[in-house]
């Protein structure tokens, strides 16, 4: 019996080359063997997906700014026969950097333009943003700044670009420009096709969750469409521009970015069609599964595989939350629930790698046994 294993991350608890280590040694165990495949959606650990299933890759630790412009370390994945970089959003201008009292208005992704700046003057002609979990909804103003663009107020001003700055500039000058962006190749890792402005804009869809007021979302929408405007002349309803708070907008107009499914791109990479085929059954997994996961959720598009493959896929979840008859019309063979006894959500958090420890041995057992 041989399984596929490949669970997205349970979010701050437990990586993807975790969980997948848990299951196959409680799998190994009981004589079945496993392969392993790191998996992410172009968000929180696609970085360490990218290296440790794509030879000859290193991490790159760099000096950078958080989304309040905060001193922090980044890592990002760099392959140097390639020059190619892998970057993720989050890990500079991440919404784990939100608080309470700093809004949209206050932060921009100038961090993560300074990330793409180093991975640049290292040497990447191709670079590849995850643009899951970003914290802002500065339209990538602050990627632009920090690679020389520089924006400018009806009054000459120089604007830093946060979030409340969007409605203030008037002319962008790209004279500064770093000179070897010309030569630079960019992916927008991605499954998110929200338009940058209107009812289902960054402001609108995305801006909350960032910490964005109720009362100013109408007012920071119409600020996106005047940047837009004054960037591209117009507004338009350009399918991912609200991506990761309008850097899908900043990636596909200014830097001409070819926007990819992060997932697809990882399993195109790691091979994993052919994988699940010459497995007996799939693993995947993550945190939650909802009504969400049917838009391209990294467990779904692995059962869907599985189910055009013929295998079995079971999903070991921290939560469920749907019928068990709308998964399994999406190949999933079960979805089980890590928790086996009751315990608040600090409890579950803290005793994840223990719990899908006990699932997998439990699932491995019946398995072995069928």
Known sequence: MHALIAIDSFK????????NRIVAK??????????????????????????????????ITASTVDLAQRSVTATYGYFATEKMAVIEVAAASGIQFVTTTLTPLATNTYGTGLLIKDAIERGARQIILGLGGSGTVDGGAGILRALGYRFWAADGQELSMTGADLSRVTKIDDRHVLPQLAEVSFISAADVTNP?????????????????????????????????????GAVSAHEGDGTAGGIGFALRYFLHARVCSGFQLLAEMSNLK?????????????????????MGKVPIQLSQLAQAAGKPCYLLVGRQKGANETFAKQGVTAVLPIVDQVMTLDQAMAQRPANLERMADRLARIISQS
């Open 12 to 19: 701050n608890s437990i990586t993807s080359i975790q969980a």
């Open 196 to 232: 940058l402005t209107g009812p289902n804009g960054a402001a609108k869809i995305f801006g909350p969750q960032k910490g964005l007021p109720v009362a100013q979302i109408q007012v920071h929408d119409a600020a996106l469409a005047h940047y837009m405007t004054v960037a591209a």
């Open 274 to 294: 052919t994988k699940v085929a010459q497995a007996n059954l799939v693993i995947s997994g993550e945190g939650q599964v909802d009504d969400q996961s049917f």
């Open 26 to 59: 409680r799998f190994a165990a009981h004589g079945i063997t496993a392969t392993q495949v790191a998996i992410a959606d172009g968000g929180e650990g696609t970085v360490a997906a990218w290296l440790a299933n794509h030879a000859g890759g290193q991490a």
